[in-house]
């Protein structure tokens, strides 16, 4: 009897995987749809003062954990959309923004509106899932690019980019540096 062809798995030691990186962020590609039919898997810093702004996704699911620091996260739809501040946002149920802390774990349903901000003096990392592979890669091989080619960061280009990649930007992506003293 021969057996099926099965391929090997991955192990991913930490400190290994491509990074990408800009001034603040870095972002390290730990499984991609080369190792897995079903998530792209990333190890993320989110520097202070980074807020990616509340969007949704139409195909794409995602999963977090917040491994170090803190974060303001949402995952539901609120009574009201509003364009400016998404922490007050409410739900239906009573559901509001939280603190997310170590240990955390953030489940997002395709079509869910979503967001998290570092509003902490410290970067937070996070471990991060996104179902169906290869979506995610390209769209952070595309921001980086975008982030790192000189010092104004070309908004419309960023706007395109989530667009082209099911990213219904809800409140904006903001990089403001943290306050001091």
């Known amino acids: 009897m021969t057996l099926p062809y099965v391929p090997d798995g991955l192990v991913m030691p930490p400190g290994e995987g491509r990074t990408l990186v800009t001034a603040a962020q870095h972002v390290t590609f730990k499984a991609t749809g080369e190792h897995s039919r ?11 003062g980074f807020d990616v702004g509340a969007h949704l996704h139409t195909r794409s699911e995602e999963l977090f954990y917040v491994l170090e620091g803190e974060l303001d996260v949402l995952a539901f739809e609120p009574s009201i959309r509003t364009r400016d501040n998404w922490r007050a946002w409410e739900s ?3 559901k509001r923004c939280v603190r997310a802390t170590a240990g955390t774990v953030i489940v997002v349903p395709a079509g869910c509106p979503h967001a998290f901000a570092n509003t902490s003096g410290e970067p937070a990392r996070m471990f991060f899932q996104a179902s169906p592979p290869p979506d995610h890669e390209r769209y952070f091989e595309e921001l980086f690019d975008i982030l790192n ?3 104004q960061v070309d908004q419309e280009a960023i706007a395109e980019l ?19 003293g």
């Open 38 to 48: 079903v998530a792209s898997s990333f190890e993320v810093v989110v520097p202070p």
């Open 92 to 94: 239906p149920s009573g």
């Open 149 to 151: 080619s000189g010092p």
């Open 162 to 180: 989530r667009l082209r990649y099911d990213i219904e930007q809800l409140t904006p992506m903001e990089m403001t540096p943290p306050r001091i």
